[in-house]
């Protein structure tokens, strides 16, 4: 079965410090790939996706992933945290060839230290 | 550009009970998309529709929760009855076509007492 597995429910940095959020995925045909954040009591917003084309993906908010397919893996980093990071972080991926029915792991609650 | 709307954003229900959630999905988006988040875990697609047709919904319960897309464009979701264990979010995404980005509503608070 397709799965995604987010190393770790909570991640604590200071303010200031390396952000690195793990995510693997399973699969025999790489998927797309893809990084959303959630603030409370809102929906999920896009951070960046992967789908084929550079390994290395910039998104928003200074957020950067790597798709490591010898790895099955693409772990979510940000140079510098800041404050208003906080949030909790969903790793998801698609089935094939197709954006659609996504499947998300369990999710990472970051928390930023002053 | 107005985002996906979604109502109620909070909902309280005895067990037994029927509710319904409502979505708006942005403009011109044929895709939508409902999913359950149960507290502590990740979103579960339950159904998509393409257009006004379903396209998967091999994850709905398919004896208690009902959903439609009239005309193509807003959507419900039903619960009939209500378990305990329905207690989530309900969240409502969309997207041009099922190859483009999703877009999430806020979601819909559901707790079964």
């Known amino acids: 079965a397709q799965s995604v597995t987010q190393l770790g429910s909570h991640v604590s940095v200071s303010e200031g410090a390396l952000v690195l959020l793990r995510c693997n995925y399973s699969s025999s045909v790489p998927p797309y790939l893809f990084w959303y954040v959630q603030y409370p009591n809102q929906g999920l917003q896009l951070l960046l996706k992967?789908?084929?084309?550079?390994?290395l993906v910039k998104g928003i908010n200074g957020f950067e992933a790597e798709f490591k397919k010898s790895e099955t893996s693409f772990h979510l980093t940000k140079p510098s945290a800041h404050m208003s990071d906080a949030a909790e972080y969903f790793c998801?991926?698609?089935?094939?060839?197709?954006?659609?029915?996504?499947?998300f792991g369990q999710g990472t609650i970051l928390t930023v230290h002053p | 550009e107005a985002g996906v709307a979604q109502s109620p954003r909070y909902k309280i229900i005895e067990k037994r009970q029927s509710v319904a959630f409502w979505c708006n999905p942005i403009s011109g988006h044929a895709t939508l998309y409902w999913y359950q988040q149960i507290l502590g875990q990740g979103p579960k697609l339950l159904i998509q529709f393409q257009n006004n047709g379903v396209v998967d919904d091999s994850q709905l319960p398919k004896d208690r929760f009902s959903a439609e897309r009239l005309k193509g464009v807003d959507s419900t979701l039903k619960i009939q009855p209500a378990k305990l264990e329905d207690s989530a979010v309900y969240l409502c995404?969309?997207?041009?076509?099922?190859?483009?980005?999703?877009?999430f509503g806020p979601g819909t608070r559901l707790t079964v007492l």
């Open positions: 998801a991926r698609s089935g094939g060839t197709s954006y659609g029915k996504l499947t």
């Open positions: 992967y789908t084929s084309a550079a390994t």
């Open positions: 995404a969309s997207s041009l076509r099922e190859s483009d980005t999703q877009y």
